[in-house]
């Protein structure tokens, strides 16, 4: 069993940058890959971003390449997402997931534990 807790959302301009993380509890979190997911207002969740176990592999979904950045720290059981240029639609809760398999991480399905989620609103 895997909780996970966001924390770091909030409002911010356009142009500025935020830095989510998500703290898990286990001892078995270095063997998940670790993905970022968003869901605006009547739009189903989508995925943002993943790293694998060892944090060796990353992936990014094209709206937020080059802006954000997923990396994890295991001895903290932390995963980040540095925000960055970010602009008004990226508006929207973001979710942090857990996949034990690690295989697709841009898969939706494939995860195994959510969080709850952190609200983040970008002004224009």
């Known amino acids: 069993q895997v909780q996970l807790v966001e924390s770091g959302g909030g409002l911010v301009q356009a142009g500025g940058s935020l830095r989510l993380s998500c703290a898990a509890s286990g001892r078995t979190f270095s063997s998940y890959g670790m993905g970022w997911f968003r869901q605006a207002p009547g739009k189903e969740r989508e995925f943002v971003a993943a790293?694998?176990?060892?944090?060796?592999?990353?992936y990014y979904a094209d709206s937020v390449k080059g802006r954000f950045t997923i990396s994890r720290d295991n001895a903290k059981n932390t995963v980040y997402l540095q925000m960055n240029s970010l602009k008004p639609e990226d508006t929207a809760v973001y979710y942090c997931?857990?996949?034990?398999?690690?295989?697709?991480?841009?898969?939706?399905?494939?995860?195994?534990?959510w969080g709850q989620g952190t609200q983040v609103t970008v002004s224009s």
């Open positions: 997931a857990a996949d034990r398999s690690a295989k697709r991480l841009w898969i939706r399905d494939e995860y195994d534990y």
């Open positions: 790293i694998s176990w060892s944090g060796d592999s990353t």
